[in-house]
C-alpha cells in the first residue's frame, strides 16, 4: 500500500478508530474488535465520551416524526403483563373489565394457533396452552380454542362448563385496541367450528385475543359485549 | 428550557424505579423524536417502527444507567436509539444496499425547546464543523445523522472507498483537535 492509501497516514491509530466508532462508521469484526479495544483502555474511553458527548450537539438537526398509533400500547403489553397468561392486552380492555365479576365462575381458554396441522393430539392440549383466567367463585368453564390458518377456521372446544339457562356464551376476537368484534354465540356442550370472514382472517395473528362473554340468550344484540367476561386469552403460534 | 431537560431526566429515574405512568410519559413526550432518529437512519417506516419498540424496551431495562452517562436527557435517548438503528444497519448490510430507497424526510426545523437545551453543544460542533472543508463536514454528518457507512460515502462523494477513509480520518482527527479544545 503506498503511504496515500494507507489509512493510518501518520495520525494515532488509536483516536482514528474511536472517531470511526462513535460515528458508527465501522462494520462487522472491525466494530466489535475496536469497542473491546475501548473497553480496555482509559484514554480511548474518554475520547469516545467525548465524541459521543459533542456529536450530540448534532441531535436537534433530527426533525422529530410523530410515531404511529399502538407502539406504547404494544409496548406496554410486552412490559407490563398484567398476569400470568392474560397478557397486558386485559388492562387496555378497561370496558370489559368493568362488566366482568357476575356470575360465571372459573373459566379458562386456552387458545393455540394451528398452523399446519388441523389435527391435535389431545396429548399435547398442555403445551398448547397458552392462557387462562380465573373469575373468583368456581364453576369450571374451560375452553380451548384452534386457529387453523389453512381453512380460516376455529375450533373450539369446551372442555368443562354447563349451559346456563336463558343465557348463552358469545365469543369475540380482539385486535389491539380495536373493538371486540363478535364470532358469534357458542356452545358450551359440544364442539364448534367457526369459519372466519375474510377481513377478521386477515386480523387473525400472534397476540390477537380472544375472549367469552355471557349474553342474553341469541347474543348480544348490540354487537358490543353487554355481559361479564368469563374466560380470555391471547393466541400464540405453535 | 432546562427544566424540560430535567424533567426528561426525572422520568428517566422514574422508570428506572420500575414506574410505568413515568414510562407512558417518557414515551408520549419523546417518542416523536425517536422514531425521527430512527426513520432517518433507517429510511424504511416499518423497521423503523420496530427499531422504536426495541429502543423504548432497552430504555425500561437500561434507565438506572443513564446518571452514569454524563449526556443531557434526550441525548441518551437519542444515543440508544441510534445505537440501536445502527446495529439493525449492520445486520442488515451484508445483504447489500440500495441508496435509492432513501426516504426523503422534511426537515422541519428542531423544535424550540431541543434547540435551546442543545444550543451550547450544538454551537461547539457547528463551529468546528464549519473550520474543515464543507463535503468533509458533511460526510461527518452523514455518518452520524444518516448512519452512512464508508460504502456510502464513497459513493456519494464519487471517491474509492480507502480515499474515502483516508479522509474522513483525518478530518476527524482534526475535529477532534477543535472538539477538545
Not at chain 1, 478508530?17 to 460515528?23: D, H, K, Q, S, T
Not at chain 1, 398452523?115 to 391435535?120: A, E
Request: aromatic share 6%.
Amino acid at each position: 500500500m503506498s503511504t496515500e492509501d494507507d489509512t493510518n497516514g501518520g495520525i494515532d491509530e488509536g483516536s482514528a478508530l474511536v472517531a470511526e466508532f462513535a460515528l458508527g462508521l465501522l462494520a462487522g469484526a472491525e466494530h466489535d474488535r475496536v469497542r473491546a479495544m475501548i473497553a480496555a483502555e482509559p484514554r480511548l474511553r474518554a475520547e469516545l465520551r467525548l465524541w459521543q458527548v459533542r456529536l450530540a450537539g448534532l441531535d436537534g438537526e433530527v426533525a422529530e416524526q410523530p410515531a404511529p398509533a399502538g407502539i406504547l400500547e404494544r409496548l406496554e403489553t410486552r412490559l407490563f403483563p398484567a398476569a400470568p397468561g392474560a397478557g397486558g392486552l386485559w388492562n387496555s380492555l378497561a370496558f370489559w373489565r368493568s362488566l366482568a365479576g357476575a356470575g360465571v365462575a372459573v373459566a379458562v381458554l386456552a387458545v393455540g394457533f394451528n398452523l399446519l396441522q388441523p389435527r391435535v393430539d389431545p396429548q399435547e392440549f398442555a403445551s398448547q396452552l397458552v392462557a387462562a383466567l380465573q373469575s373468583q367463585e368456581g364453576s369450571g368453564v374451560e375452553f380451548v380454542a384452534l386457529y387453523d390458518q389453512a381453512t380460516g377456521s376455529v375450533r373450539l372446544t369446551a372442555l368443562s362448563g354447563e349451559a346456563i339457562p336463558d343465557r348463552d356464551f358469545e365469543l369475540w376476537y380482539i385486535k389491539g385496541d380495536e373493538p371486540a368484534v363478535s364470532m358469534g354465540v357458542i356452545p358450551v356442550d359440544q364442539k364448534t367450528e367457526i369459519v372466519l370472514p375474510q377481513e377478521a382472517r386477515a386480523k387473525f395473528g400472534e397476540g390477537i385475543v380472544l375472549a367469552v362473554t355471557l349474553e342474553q340468550k341469541g347474543g348480544s344484540p348490540t354487537g358490543v359485549a353487554q355481559g361479564p367476561i368469563v374466560a380470555v386469552g391471547s393466541a400464540t403460534s405453535i | 428550557m432546562q427544566s424540560a431537560a430535567s424533567e426528561i431526566a426525572s422520568l428517566i429515574s422514574r422508570v428506572a424505579l420500575r414506574d410505568r405512568a413515568a414510562f407512558r410519559d417518557l414515551y408520549t413526550r419523546t417518542s416523536a423524536k425517536l422514531f425521527g432518529v430512527c426513520l432517518r437512519i433507517l429510511r424504511d417506516r416499518a423497521e423503523a417502527e420496530e427499531a422504536l419498540q426495541e429502543v423504548y424496551v432497552k430504555v425500561w431495562q437500561r434507565a438506572d444507567r443513564y446518571a452514569q452517562g454524563g449526556f443531557s436527557p434526550i441525548s441518551w435517548l437519542v444515543a440508544v436509539a441510534r445505537n440501536h438503528c445502527l446495529d439493525v444497519l449492520r445486520a442488515r448490510r451484508p445483504a447489500g444496499d440500495d441508496l435509492d430507497l432513501a426516504l426523503d424526510i422534511a426537515d422541519a426545523g428542531p423544535d424550540p425547546e431541543q434547540a435551546a437545551v442543545a444550543s451550547g453543544e450544538r454551537a461547539q460542533i457547528d463551529g468546528c464543523l464549519d473550520q474543515l472543508e464543507a463535503d468533509k463536514a458533511d460526510a461527518v454528518r452523514g455518518a452520524y445523522l444518516d448512519g452512512f457507512s464508508y460504502e456510502e460515502l464513497a459513493t456519494r462523494y464519487s471517491v474509492p472507498l480507502n480515499t474515502m477513509r483516508t479522509w474522513l480520518r483525518r478530518s476527524l482527527i482534526r475535529l477532534k483537535d477543535c472538539l477538545s479544545a
